[in-house]
T-cell receptor, first 112, second 113 residues
């Protein structure tokens, strides 16, 4: 499984755009990149997923460069309710099994 | 209403006792997972299962056991061999594919008293 590296924490203010970058130098050819959001005392929830270039949905955008060794989650105009932990996951296959391995994530604090 | 349900939400256990956490899904997912989360930390994989009657150890399986007798159910037993069981436990399920999305339950907070 590709190891991922994310910043431990980030601060922002309401209305700003937030970009969280994840490094995954050992990403495999078939690996997808998936981001999850977790609020305190809740299970993570899926935000966005991509394989290459750019993906956009109603809550976020995901930018993936051509070499796919990193990805950037972009949250437009954050609000206080976007304060959460954001996890980047890369790949699900290991030893012929499907495993979802979460790292430590990035703690985003949105200030008023 | 499709989803994944964990119960109970809060659980208290005396030292030396085994306790079983329930996880049920009606999403028809083949894969199911159990994670442990300690305060301020990420999720660590305890056990996972890709198919009924088969499961594999994750990174921190010692002191835990699971069963997968039905596709919908993946209970986790925290045994007395788990020396530090107080934690937040999360169950998830997904389809088995490269671009899978995992669905999580609301978690069970276990406290040893």
């Amino acid at each position: 499984l590709a190891k991922t590296t994310q910043p431990i924490s980030m601060d922002s203010y309401e209305g700003q755009e937030v970009n969280i970058t994840c490094s995954h130098n050992n990403i495999a050819t078939n690996d997808y990149i998936t981001w999850y959001q977790q609020f305190p005392s809740q299970g993570p929830r899926f935000i966005i997923q991509g394989y290459k270039t750019k993906v956009t949905n109603e809550v976020a955008s995901l930018f993936i460069p051509a070499d796919r060794k990193s990805s950037t989650l972009s949250l437009p105009r954050v609000s206080l309710s976007d304060t959460a932990v954001y996890y980047c996951l890369v790949g699900v296959m290991m030893d012929s099994s499907y495993k979802l391995i979460f790292g430590s994530g990035t703690r985003l604090l949105v200030r008023p | 209403d499709g989803g994944i349900t964990q119960s109970p939400k809060y659980l208290f256990r005396k030292e030396g006792q085994n306790v079983t956490l329930s996880c049920e899904q009606n999403l028809n997912h083949d894969a199911m997972y159990w994670y442990r989360q300690d305060p301020g930390q990420g999720l660590r994989l305890i056990y996972y299962s890709q198919i009924v009657n088969d499961f594999q150890k994750g990174d921190i399986a010692e002191g835990y056991s699971v069963s997968r007798e039905k596709k919908e159910s993946f209970p986790l037993t925290v045994t007395s061999a788990q020396k530090n069981p107080t934690a937040f436990y999360l169950c998830a399920s997904s389809v088995v594919s490269m671009n899978t999305e995992a669905f999580f339950g609301q978690g069970t907070r276990l406290t040893v008293v």
